[in-house]
Each structure stands twice: as structure tokens, then as C-alpha cells.
């Protein structure tokens, strides 16, 4: 069974940075290919950033050039490196892993950016 414990959201200021954790277990971490998710109140779940087991890439436009996705395979272990947040990149931020039927999800890391 598939287990992801997301960590690293908290309070950060517009403009600042937030480096967020999904740690996986169960699975061959290796060979999956991984995605960040946001949900903020009221919307859909969107894709924030994905990485393949190659370590390609891939970012929603309202993110590229702020945030960065990376995997340690040694940890099993994506990352989301958040940086110049914005007032509407508040949400509560999940990994999955993006070609599994069905999608995994760990409780989330809220990510709450106020002034």
C-alpha cells in the first residue's frame, strides 16, 4: 500500500519561500512518476508541477519560473521548492503519483501566504 507524507507548508510572507517534502513508501519509488497538486477553497485540485522517473519536468504556467520539482530516489522522496509566493498560491499542496489508478494522496501541507 502506498503511503505520502507531505511536509513543509506553513506561513510565509508574499514574495517569500517555502520548500515543501512528500516522503513515499510502498511503492518503487524509482520508476514512478510523481506530481504536486494545490487545492485552494471553492476550486479544483490542479497540477502544480510533475517529474518523471527520468527527471523530466513540467510546471503550470502560473508557476514556471517560481517553483522547482526534484526527486531524491536515495530517500524516496519529491520535493516542491516554492519561491516569490503570491497571495493566490495559497492551498493545501498534495503528492500523488501521476500515473496510478487510482492517485494516491497523503493528508496535504497547507501552504497560507499573508502579509
Known amino acids: 500500500q502506498v503511503q505520502l507524507v507531505e511536509s513543509g507548508g506553513g506561513l510565509v510572507q508574499p514574495g517569500g519561500s517555502l520548500r515543501l517534502s512528500c516522503a513515499a513508501s510502498g511503492t518503487i519509488f524509482s520508476i514512478m512518476d510523481m506530481g504536486w497538486y494545490r487545492q485552494a477553497p471553492g476550486k479544483q485540485r490542479e497540477l502544480v508541477a510533475g517529474?518523471?522517473?527520468?527527471?523530466?519536468?513540467n510546471y503550470a504556467d502560473s508557476v514556471k519560473g517560481r517553483f522547482t520539482i526534484s526527486r531524491d530516489n536515495a530517500q524516496r522522496t519529491v520535493y516542491l521548492q516554492m519561491n516569490s509566493l503570491k497571495p493566490e498560491d495559497p492551498a493545501l499542496y498534495s503528492c500523488t503519483l501521476i500515473r496510478a489508478i487510482p492517485r494516491p494522496w497523503g493528508q496535504g501541507t497547507q501552504v497560507t501566504v499573508s502579509s
Open positions: 517529474i518523471t522517473s527520468g527527471g523530466s519536468t
